[in-house]
Structure formats: structure tokens, C-alpha cells
């Protein structure tokens, strides 16, 4: 089975930084691509962000732009999310997931496997 682990979350104060990394196994790698998602509590599910390991592109949302920043280790088969300048609205629960197709990056319901969350929280 394919399995995703989610790593490198924590108690950070605004304006900090977190990298978060996402570790996958039993797949080809260079067939997926991954996304990042969150969820605060009491809120649904947010895209973050997403890479196509087909061809590198690089999908955030406007919430994180310029802020966080995702990429891919192949030879560990491994995506981080270098998180920068972190705000108490970054504050959740962050999920990693992958799929080999489909659209609209942000949509959860794409994603074929999901890892099972690594906590942030923000202090302000």
C-alpha cells in the first residue's frame, strides 16, 4: 500500500518558521504529485499547496504566496514545505496527499492517498 508520512510540525510564535516534510513509499514517485492541505478546527479542508513531480510546477494558495514555499527531494522521495513568516491563522493541522491526475490542484477529493497530519500551531 502506499503510504504517506507527514512530518515537522510544532509550537512556533508569529513570525517563524516551520518545514514540514512529506515522506512517500510504495510509490513511483515521479508519477505523482503532492499537495499539501490544512485544517483549523472547525473550518473544511484548504488547499496549501501542491507540486507536479511530471514537470515541477508549483501551486499555491493566495493565503500562503510568498510565504511558504514547496519542493521535492527525488532521491528520498520526499516534499517539504518550508514554511516562512507564520501566522496564528496558519494555525492547523497539515496533511499531505498525492495523486497521478486530475485538475484544480486545491480539490481534496482528487488526492488518492493522504498521510495522517502533522499539528502547527501559532502563537501570537
Known amino acids: 500500500d502506499v503510504q504517506l508520512q507527514a512530518s515537522g510540525g510544532g509550537l512556533v510564535q508569529a513570525g517563524g518558521s516551520l518545514s514540514l516534510a512529506c515522506a512517500a513509499s510504495?510509490?513511483?514517485?515521479?508519477?505523482?504529485?503532492i499537495g499539501w492541505f490544512r485544517q483549523a478546527p472547525g473550518k473544511g479542508r484548504e488547499g496549501v499547496s501542491c507540486?507536479?513531480?511530471?514537470?515541477?510546477?508549483?501551486y499555491y494558495a493566495n493565503s500562503v504566496k510568498g510565504r511558504f514555499t514547496i519542493s521535492s527531494d527525488n532521491a528520498k522521495s520526499t516534499v517539504y514545505l518550508q514554511m516562512n513568516n507564520l501566522k496564528p491563522e496558519d494555525t492547523a493541522i497539515y496533511y499531505c496527499?498525492?495523486?497521478?491526475?486530475?485538475?484544480?490542484?486545491?480539490?481534496?477529493?482528487?488526492?488518492?492517498?493522504w498521510g495522517q497530519g502533522t499539528q502547527v500551531t501559532v502563537s501570537s
Open positions: 510504495e510509490i513511483t514517485f515521479d508519477d505523482y504529485a
Open positions: 507540486i507536479s513531480r511530471s514537470d515541477g510546477t508549483t
Open positions: 496527499a498525492a495523486r497521478n491526475y486530475g485538475s484544480s490542484w486545491y480539490v481534496g477529493s482528487s488526492y488518492e492517498y
